[in-house]
């Protein structure tokens, strides 16, 4: 706790004071420019790794940042309804879709119901990524644990970006060309990004 109270000082002591004109200016407006779904990761920091400041990035962060299909619902959806919000309210003009290595999120789709059955919310949660799973298998060439947790953190990325197109008003953006869908596979260890190019249906490194 303490650790916590003593960022707090750094920052208004520090950052704040740095950057006070534009803390000013956002005080009561925001555009960002780009959705940023990612994994509730504590190694996943947006902004650090995209070089974004305040003001940039509107962030959507939860388990193995799953995109939940488009439906018309009365229950309470937090990530659908941040998905509007963005596109609908905030205008973005991008939506990033990054997972990254050594997801736990990604590695429990390979887990059976009852080795998660200590944790019923996230095996609940990880169902709309049930696919995943089985196309991993068809892929998977030498079944190596690393090749398995590569594959299942870049596929998931893939089943994400086809959820997002479920929205009818992200599917409309994108075909007018007002949304530009991104999907990134971050490697923590050595701070890679590799993007998914559409035209080589291949995830690639980002120079």
């Known amino acids: 706790m303490k650790e916590l109270f003593r960022g707090i000082m750094r920052f208004r002591r520090d950052?704040?004071?740095?950057?006070?004109?534009?803390?000013?200016?956002?005080?009561?407006?925001?555009?960002?420019?780009?959705?940023?779904?990612?994994?509730?990761?504590?190694?996943?920091?947006?902004?650090?790794?995209?070089g974004t400041g305040p003001g940039e990035l509107f962030v959507v962060r939860n388990i193995a940042n799953i995109v939940p299909p488009y439906r018309k619902t009365e229950e309470y959806v937090s990530t659908t309804s941040a998905i509007e919000y963005a596109v609908l309210a905030l205008g973005v003009s991008t939506i990033v879709v990054c997972g990254h290595s050594n997801c736990g999120g990604c590695s429990a789709l390979n887990l059976s119901p009852q080795e998660l059955q200590e944790l019923p919310h996230v095996r609940k949660w990880l169902e709309v990524s049930a696919e995943v799973r089985p196309r991993v298998?068809?892929?998977?060439?030498?079944?190596?644990?690393?090749?398995?947790?590569?594959?299942?953190?870049?596929?998931?990325?893939l089943v994400q970006i086809k959820n997002l197109l479920t929205y009818p008003y992200v599917r409309e953006r994108v075909e007018s060309g007002t949304i530009k869908l991104l999907g990134w596979h971050y490697l923590i260890e050595t701070g890679e990004i590799f993007n998914f190019n559409d035209v080589t249906q291949n995830f690639e490194l980002v120079t």
């Open 137 to 157: 298998d068809k892929l998977v060439t030498e079944d190596t644990p690393a090749e398995r947790e590569w594959l299942t953190e870049q596929v998931n990325i």
């Open 15 to 50: 950052d704040f004071e740095s950057h006070k004109e534009l803390f000013q200016q956002l005080g009561r407006v925001q555009k960002p420019h780009t959705l940023f779904i990612g994994c509730s990761d504590s190694r996943v920091v947006p902004n650090l790794i995209t």
